[in-house]
């Protein structure tokens, strides 16, 4: 695709369910990360992969939260026993190379949590 | 951890004003870009700077990178309403594991009124 895809745009889910976010990210770019973006306000870092690099996990913020990215393409974000403060935009992009390349955003998934 | 202090965190002015925003840190980045987000989107790049002392200018929004590489400001000239939305600085880490990580600041919301 022409840009970076994220799936769904919208979910709403019931406190204590698990979800899945799902990032497509440009083809051919090998680093990819995910925010967290509450409304109004910045992002907030979750994970950070590069190459076959072990992933930066530094941002997640409790065990109930994970990543996956296969073969180096799409990325799978898993939120487990969902709360309500996990609500909130969740952003993924993509870029060609760690230095200073630039960073394309998809338009990201708002979680509801209810 | 790199930290990046973006300030203000809010701005309302009116149109045709000047404004700055100031992204500090006390970490050397590599690189150091700008993103201006609109509400529903992802943010976009506007620019990135790379040598220390760099200023670069985009219609009326000039961008400099301090000497050390360590902060970055964006100056705004006679702002107009279509400059609304919310900026974000983004340093490249320089080096360590998660080279060429993006750490975002906290990122300022500016309304710009008729």
């Known amino acids: 695709g022409a840009g970076v895809s994220q799936s769904p745009s919208n979910k709403v889910t019931e406190k204590g369910k698990d979800v899945e976010l799902r990032c497509d990210p440009i083809?051919?770019?090998?680093?990819l990360y995910w925010y967290r973006q509450s409304l109004g306000q910045g992002l907030e870092f979750l994970i950070y992969?590069?190459?076959?690099?072990?992933?930066?996990k530094s941002g997640l913020p409790s065990d109930r939260f994970s990543a996956e990215r296969t073969g180096g393409s799409v990325s799978t974000l898993t939120i487990q026993r969902t709360q309500q403060e996990d609500s909130a935009v969740y952003l993924c992009?993509?870029?060609?190379?760690?230095?200073?390349?630039?960073?394309?955003f998809g338009q990201g998934t708002r979680l509801t949590v209810v | 951890t790199q930290l990046l202090e973006q300030s203000p965190q809010f701005l309302s002015i009116q149109e045709g004003e000047n404004l700055t925003v100031y992204c500090n840190s006390s970490s050397v980045f590599s690189s150091l870009q700008w993103y201006r987000q609109e509400p529903g989107e992802g943010p976009v790049l506007l620019v990135t700077?790379?040598?220390?002392?760099e200023v670069k200018k985009l219609k009326r929004l000039t961008f400099q990178f301090g000497d050390a590489r360590k902060d970055s400001s964006l100056h705004i000239t006679a702002a107009q309403p279509g400059d609304t939305g919310l900026y974000l600085c983004a340093g490249a880490a320089a080096g360590g594991t998660s080279y060429g990580k993006l750490t975002f600041g906290q990122g300022t919301i500016l309304t710009v009124h008729p």
């Open positions: 992969f590069q190459g076959n690099s072990a992933p930066d």
């Open positions: 992009a993509s870029s060609l190379a760690g230095w200073g390349a630039e960073a394309f």
């Open positions: 700077v790379v040598t220390g002392g």
């Open positions: 083809s051919g770019h090998t680093a």
